[in-house]
Structure formats: structure tokens, C-alpha cells
């Protein structure tokens, strides 16, 4: 069998034929089932197979031989492997977001993940996070008027002011889209922080100085016009 094929395990590294399920089978003359083996044929493609192995014992216990079933399950071990490097991306971009983000658990708002954004910019650690839920977050007030605002959906709308670990005051804007995380009904909750963007917004004395001159607000003129000479003083 070993000069057919070159085994490899599930993470590609070569398998030694000592190694390999059918030959586990009758050194340990136990049944395997499900297992896992990367072939790698002369041509060079990769085909995955899930093996179940039965020894075929002697009279005296010992297994000359083995029956194995072999199911290709390529397709579905590519797919796999495609999901799970598209969930990593997506983690990625999810942690290192410059905006606070976090999922929340739609019944009982308990925080299931949050990026690192909301670990500084809330100053609770990740392990102190996921122990809350967010009412934890929310000042007294604020809870009073988010259960006359929750929605039908579990959304809310409307600024609202979130409180950090030291008592800070952060007010927000809150994007909550639905989502299925980890087999739980959820929202991906991006609160936006408003206090960078009320700073950056135009103060009523500078937009005095940019409103356009009207007549009404007009300066008076340096000087009078002087009279024509033959008009009347």
C-alpha cells in the first residue's frame, strides 16, 4: 500500500505507513472508525477519505489482516477548510476593528465576543466582558429608557450613553444587525463612539466666522462718500 500512495495527515504532514489507520488497526487489533487520511497520489493531487477499519482476528488474537472502508469526502474537507479560512479573516477583522464591536446574545444580551477596541476603549478585560451582559453597561437611566425602546426585533434605536469600568460616560450610536453566532440567535453590536465626532463638529463661534455678509450684518463703510460739489449741504 505504501508504494501506491503517500499518506498525510490532516495538517499535510507526512504519515509513516506504521502509522497510517488500517496498520493501527491490527497492531492494536481494535476497530477504527472515522478516521482521517490525506492521499496523495503519484500525480501529485491531494484526496481526502474517511476509513473505518475492522481487524480480522486468529484463533490465538493475533490480526493478519484488516477489512477498511474507504468514503471520499474531498469536496466536503475543501469546503471546510475554505469556511474556516473565511471565518479566521473575518475574526481578524472583527478584532482588530478600530471600532468597538462585540456580539451580544439577542434574549439575554450577555456579551459572547468582543474585539480588543472595546476591551480598551470600556477598560474591562476580555475574560471581565464576557461575564456581563449589557445592562451591565448602560448607566440607570438609560435602562429605564431602553426597555420602553426595545424593538420587536431585539433592536434599539437612538444615541445612547454606555458606562466604561471607571464610571466614564461614553456616548454612542449603535449598529446591531442580526446573526447566528455559534448555533445562538445574536446582534453584532459596532457602537459608534460620538464623543470623537461632537469635537470635530463646527462650534457655533466658528461658524459665525465662515456665515455669509448679509445687508442686516454688514459692517459699516470705512468712510462716507464724499457730497457732489454742487449738491445742496
Known sequence: TGSLFHAVDERRRPLALADRPTMQAVSTRRTLTNQLLGVKRR????????????????????????????IDITER?????????SEAKYRLLFDRNPE????????????????????ERYGYSRDEFLK?????????????RMAAARGPDDSYTGPWRHRAKNGRVIPVAVRSPQ???????????????????????????DRALTRPTTPATAPPPLARPRPHRNAPP
Open 100 to 119: 468597538a464591536m462585540w456580539v451580544r446574545e439577542a434574549r439575554t444580551k450577555r456579551f459572547l465576543a468582543v474585539n480588543d477596541t472595546a476591551v
Open 132 to 144: 456581563l451582559s449589557l445592562d451591565d453597561i448602560q448607566p440607570p437611566e438609560e435602562l429605564q
Open 179 to 205: 446573526l447566528e453566532f455559534e448555533g445562538t440567535q445574536a446582534r453584532l453590536v459596532t457602537p459608534v463612539h460620538l464623543a470623537p465626532l461632537m469635537q470635530a463638529a463646527p462650534q457655533p463661534a
Open 43 to 70: 500525480d501529485g493531487t491531494l484526496r481526502w477519505v474517511q476509513i473505518d477499519t475492522i481487524p480480522v482476528l486468529n484463533a490465538d488474537g493475533t490480526a493478519p489482516q484488516v477489512v477498511s472502508s474507504f
Open 77 to 85: 474537507k475543501v469546503a471546510e477548510e475554505k469556511l474556516a479560512e
